[in-house]
T-cell receptor
């Protein structure tokens, strides 16, 4: 399978605990994105990387959230001191960057987080 | 700021009927890209089609077709002869050429239920 891979697919955690999600993008893609999707809503942009550089963060990404892409390959999204409002699906996506805009973004299957 | 509106929250049809999904967008950018994604119950967002703002030619791809009209800022999507496997949530999305990372702005989605 050469698509975007995310794990774990599901995570149930107690409020206040930390959680970490991992994303492996399509191998030749140098852009990686994180989105959040709550029930009944469309995905919302959180942050994106070009190679290892994190170039933009949404205001939705509070200081409890941190994302890394240390070697420009896989990425992790950590949520510290989880709150019930963090319950959502976290989608990772990747795209190539070939010097012009509008490249198609391909998504993974998402990681469902439930904070109890 | 960019915005995507999908006024239909849910559409229910009987198999073999055609389904048209509406999408209206707002952008100040003169160059932009429009997308349709499908999200089956598994959660993965599946890329379906993409259109560039400078190309208003409408096309048909298999059972899918789309109608892009810049004059009304609409990008409607039609599934012809629907099948049960088409049951999913469909998202329209916009990417502005000037937006960093070509990040996507999604509409709220339209749930399509195809009954046998």
């Amino acid at each position: 399978d050469t698509g975007v891979s995310q794990n774990p697919r599901h995570k149930i955690t107690k409020r206040g605990q930390n959680v970490t999600f991992r994303c492996d993008p399509i191998s030749e893609h140098n852009r990686l994105y994180w989105y959040r999707q709550t029930l009944g809503q469309g995905p919302e942009f959180l942050t994106y990387f070009q190679n290892e550089a994190q170039l933009e963060k949404s205001r939705l990404l509070s200081d409890r959230f941190s994302a890394e892409r240390p070697k420009g390959s896989f990425s992790t999204l950590e949520i510290q001191r989880t709150e019930q409002g963090d319950s959502a699906m976290y989608l990772c996506a990747s795209s190539p960057h070939r010097g012009h805009s509008g490249n198609t973004i391909y998504f993974g299957e998402g990681s469902w987080l439930t904070v109890v | 700021a960019q915005k995507v509106t999908q006024a239909q929250t849910e559409i229910s049809v009987v198999e073999k009927e055609d389904v048209t999904l509406d999408c209206v967008y707002e952008t100040r950018d003169t160059t932009y890209y429009l997308f349709w994604y499908k999200q089956p119950p598994s959660g993965e967002l599946v890329f379906l089609i993409r259109r560039n703002s400078f190309d208003e030619q409408n096309e048909i791809s298999g059972r899918y077709s789309w109608n892009f009209q810049k004059s009304t800022s609409s990008f409607n999507f039609t599934i012809t002869a629907s099948q049960v496997v088409d049951s999913a949530v469909y998202f329209c999305a916009l990417s502005e050429a000037k937006a960093a990372g070509n990040k996507l702005t999604f509409g709220g989605g339209t749930r399509v239920l195809v009954k046998p």
